[in-house]
């Protein structure tokens, strides 16, 4: 093989929401009288929003606003950090840069939906390498199907098998293989013995230890 794109994962990945995700989770949901522990929040890691509240709305149901009302309201949470507080995981910059230098595309393919996406990408001043957006919330079917991934090869206009992903979650990494996909696994630090993830072809502690030479062809 040899790579003709990247694709990178978002949340978690190329900037450390996912404590954000499961902070606005626990408010948004503790004002409706559910209280989430820890653990069930890292449960829906790398699953769509409206999933993550249909989940909890089927096992804990509440009155009053709807699953889409709630699941806006984490969104809206979670992208008012970014705009103000976001920065970038270790090592972000330089592996986009040293990627881009090397003449690959680049591609996000995340379960969140566009807005926060643009949020991201223009709070980490990563606009100019990022040739292609995919998310999950335009799929019939969210991470751990390959749905997204699929969409982010087929908007760079290279087979899913000459692209390389990096994910960070069990549910990414099914994602990313699923396309048919090499995967870079760079594990969230609260879910590195999960067993899905041996599944990718390579593991780094961090983004700062990747080098060009891990991609396939490199």
């Known amino acids: 093989m040899t790579t003709r794109a ?5 949340d978690g990945l190329l900037i450390d929401t996912e ?7 626990r408010e948004v949901f503790g004002a409706l009288g559910l209280h989430l ?9 790398g699953i769509r929003v409206k999933e993550v509240a249909a989940l909890w709305y ?6 009053g606003p709807s699953v889409e009302d709630v699941a806006q ?7 008012a950090f970014v705009r103000t507080e976001g920065r970038p995981n270790p090592g972000v910059r330089r592996a986009v840069e040293t990627i881009a230098e090397a003449g690959l595309p680049i591609a996000i393919a995340s379960s969140s939906g566009v807005e926060l996406i643009d949020a991201v990408i223009d709070r980490l001043d990563l ?13 019939a079917e969210g991470k751990p199907h390959p749905a997204v991934y699929l969409s982010a090869a087929r908007l760079l206009g290279v087979p899913p098998e000459t692209c390389v ?4 979650s069990p549910n990414g ?17 609260h879910l590195a013995g999960d067993a899905r993830l041996q599944q990718a072809d390579r593991t780094l502690p961090s983004l700062e230890d990747f080098r060009l030479s891990d991609l396939p062809g490199f």
């Open 73 to 79: 309201r984490i969104v809206d949470g979670v992208i």
């Open 165 to 168: 992903a990096f994910e960070d």
């Open 173 to 189: 990494v099914l994602s990313a293989k699923g396309a048919g996909m090499y995967c870079i696994a760079v594990p969230d630090k």
């Open 19 to 25: 404590p954000v995700w499961r902070r606005v989770e």
């Open 37 to 45: 522990t820890d653990e069930q929040g890292m449960e829906t890691m």
């Open 58 to 63: 089927s096992r804990y149901p509440w009155t």
């Open 127 to 139: 606009r100019t390498f990022v040739s292609a957006i995919a998310s999950a919330e335009h799929e």
């Open 6 to 10: 990247v694709i990178f994962d978002m």
